[in-house]
């Protein structure tokens, strides 16, 4: 592996480093205000994407994949909390006509993505609660490549955008929320959409 892919490739565990030891750092501080509270959970659900299909193979371009995120949060103040957030994209395919395409037969798609932002939360009608997440994310695109032969080759680039989620959730008891949302990674075509439900965890 090169020196820049090298560096390419580790440039997104250093930032998940730096987002988790950033975390820590304000949990500690928080946790010793009177009141502190957190929270953690996980959700799934479908993952559309802005992909180009120009010269795939007819009905053979995938738009829509699975995708899923971790997430945890520690409470600021009762409405604002600062949060992290680590998404992993499904894998999509692209399927070409050799015939059509030289070197190319399949091209899958993935990515991941790390967070870090704030979580506002505005209660509605006392049993319900409006989500409105902003923040910056580090995405790992990476692109596998099969050619006429079957042999794969793996593509990778990162990419920082800006974040913006909307959720609705609900408390089920006083530890245990579900919840729905919709979460935008803003980068042109290679925007990354999720639109999810999961449950959360509070203490």
């Known amino acids: 592996m090169s020196n820049q ?4 490739s580790s440039s997104l565990k250093r930032l998940s480093l730096a987002a988790l030891a950033a975390c820590g750092v304000l949990a500690s501080s928080v946790a010793m205000a009177e009141g502190f509270s957190g929270y953690a959970g996980i959700a799934g659900g479908f993952a559309p994407s802005q992909r180009q299909c120009h010269g795939a193979t007819e009905g053979a371009c995938d738009r829509l994949g699975f995708g899923s995120k971790l997430f945890g949060g520690w409470n600021v103040t009762p409405n604002v909390a600062a949060e992290i957030n680590y998404f992993y994209f499904g894998g999509i395919n692209t399927d070409y006509d050799i015939a059509q395409n030289a070197t190319t037969s399949r091209v899958r798609e993935s990515a991941r993505a790390v967070t870090l932002g704030l979580n506002w939360s505005i209660e509605l009608f006392s049993f319900a609660t409006n989500n409105i997440r902003l923040g910056l994310a580090r995405t790992q695109n990476n ?21 913006l989620g909307l959720g609705l959730s609900m408390q089920l008891n006083r530890n245990v929320r579900v919840l729905s949302g919709y979460d935008y990674i803003i980068d042109g075509h290679d925007s990354r959409h999720l639109f999810s ?7």
């Open 5 to 8: 892919a090298f560096r390419k």
């Open 143 to 163: 692109k596998e490549l099969t050619n006429r032969v079957g042999a794969a080759t793996m593509e990778r680039d990162y990419a920082t955008a800006p974040y």
């Open 197 to 203: 439900v999961g449950v959360q965890g509070e203490f």
